[in-house]
C-alpha cells in the first residue's frame, strides 16, 4: 500500500522544473551547495552576518548540515528549507522543512525537523510525480496508522505547494487529502470520491450561509455576505479542478456530468449571492446619504442663531435617524419576505 496524491492542475501536465525555478528565483542562496532558504512569515530571509560562512537567524550552517545529512542529496541535487506550521489549532507550533530536488524538477525526498531544536521528526522518500500530478510515496518501517495519515498529510502538502498554488481550498477548508491504495486506479477513484464529497459540503456551507442572511434580513453583516461570495467562488474554482482531474484520468462520462451539475448549481447559489451584495451595498449607500443630510443639517441651522433653526436641527436629525434605522429595516425585512 502506497501513499497517493493529486497536485491540482489545469495545464495538460504539472509544470515540474518551471515551479522549482521559481522556487529558487524567490530564495535565499547560502554558503552551502545548491542550498536555499525560503523566506516563510513571520520569518524573514536569513542575514548573512559579518563572518561570509555564518548565518543569522535560525538557519545556521549547523542547522542546514543537519538537514542534509538527513536528506543525503546526490550531486547537483538542491535543497531547499524553511518553517511552517502543520497544525491549524495551535499556529506557534512550527517545524523545519528540507526538500531535495531530484531529475527533471520533480521532488526526491522530504524531511522534517522539530523547531528551534532539529531533532529529525520523519524523512520520506517521494517514488514519482506523474505528468497528470499524482504524487506517490510510502513509509518505510510499521507505522501507527493515526501517525502515519498525520505525516503522510503534511509531506503531501509540501510538495503540493511546491507545484501549485493554493488557492481555492486554504488549510481550514476541504483540501484534498492523499489517500492509501493499492494502485493508481484505486487512488483515482478515491481522490474523484473527495471532490463529490466537496460538492455536498460546499452546498452545505452556501445554502446554509443563504438561509441564515436571508432570514436576518435586518441584520445582515456585509462581512458574513462577503464571506458567503468567497465560498461560492471557492466552490466553483474547485469544481474547475474537479473537471480536470476527470479529464486527465480519463474517467467514465457520468464523473464529469456530476462535476458539470455541480457547478451549474453553484452558479444559481451565486446569483443569490449576489442578490445580497446588491441588497447590502444599496442599503450601505443609502444609510451613508442620509447620514451625510444629517451632518448638514447639524453644521447649517445652528448657524442661523435662533432657537427655531436648532429646534429644526434636532427634530429633522430625529426624523433621519428613524428611517435610517428603522423604516430601512423594515422595507428590508418586508421585500425578504415577499421573496419568500
Not at 260 to 288: E, T
Not at 309 to 322: E, F, Y
Amino acid at each position: 500500500m502506497l501513499w497517493f496524491g493529486w497536485i491540482p492542475i489545469l495545464t495538460e501536465e504539472v509544470l515540474l522544473s518551471k515551479a522549482i525555478a521559481k522556487a529558487r528565483k524567490s530564495a535565499v542562496a547560502v554558503p552551502l551547495a545548491n542550498t536555499y532558504i525560503i523566506a516563510t512569515e513571520p520569518y524573514c530571509a536569513p542575514q548573512t552576518s559579518a563572518t561570509p560562512h555564518e548565518l543569522a537567524g535560525p538557519f545556521t550552517l549547523e542547522v542546514l548540515a543537519t538537514f542534509r545529512e538527513a536528506l543525503q542529496p546526490p550531486p547537483g541535487a538542491e535543497v531547499f528549507c524553511y518553517i511552517r506550521t502543520f497544525n491549524d489549532i495551535d499556529p506557534s507550533r512550527t517545524t523545519y522543512v528540507a526538500v531535495s530536488t531530484g531529475g527533471t524538477g520533480t521532488i526526491a525526498k522530504v524531511a522534517m525537523f522539530s523547531y528551534p531544536t532539529p531533532d529529525p521528526e520523519i524523512v520520506v522518500g517521494i517514488e514519482s510525480i506523474s505528468r497528470e500530478g499524482l504524487v506517490r510515496f510510502g513509509f518505510r518501517g510499521g507505522r501507527h496508522q493515526r501517525l502515519e495519515r498525520v505525516y503522510a498529510n503534511s509531506v503531501f502538502g509540501v510538495v503540493r505547494d511546491f507545484y501549485h498554488e493554493h488557492i481555492y481550498a486554504t488549510s481550514t477548508d476541504f483540501a484534498l487529502r492523499p489517500v492509501l491504495a493499492e494502485n493508481e486506479q484505486a487512488a483515482v477513484r478515491e481522490i474523484f470520491r473527495q471532490y463529490q464529497e466537496k460538492i455536498v459540503d460546499y452546498h452545505g456551507d452556501i445554502k446554509g450561509g443563504l438561509s441564515d442572511l436571508e432570514s436576518h434580513a435586518g441584520r445582515r453583516s456585509p462581512r458574513g455576505i462577503a464571506a458567503l461570495a468567497r465560498t461560492v467562488s471557492w466552490a466553483l474554482g474547485e469544481m474547475t479542478y474537479a473537471r480536470s482531474f476527470a479529464q486527465l484520468f480519463s474517467l467514465p462520462r457520468p464523473c464529469l456530468q456530476s462535476i458539470d451539475r455541480a457547478s451549474q448549481s453553484f452558479r444559481v447559489l451565486r446569483v443569490r449571492v449576489q442578490s445580497l451584495v446588491a441588497q447590502s451595498s444599496f442599503g450601505i449607500n443609502a444609510k451613508l446619504l442620509v447620514l451625510t443630510a444629517m451632518l448638514l443639517f447639524f453644521a447649517v441651522f445652528p448657524m442661523l442663531r435662533e432657537p427655531l433653526g436648532i429646534c429644526c436641527s434636532v427634530l429633522v436629525s430625529l426624523g433621519i435617524a428613524c428611517i435610517v434605522f428603522v423604516l430601512f429595516p423594515l422595507i428590508d425585512w418586508y421585500v425578504t419576505k415577499e421573496k419568500d
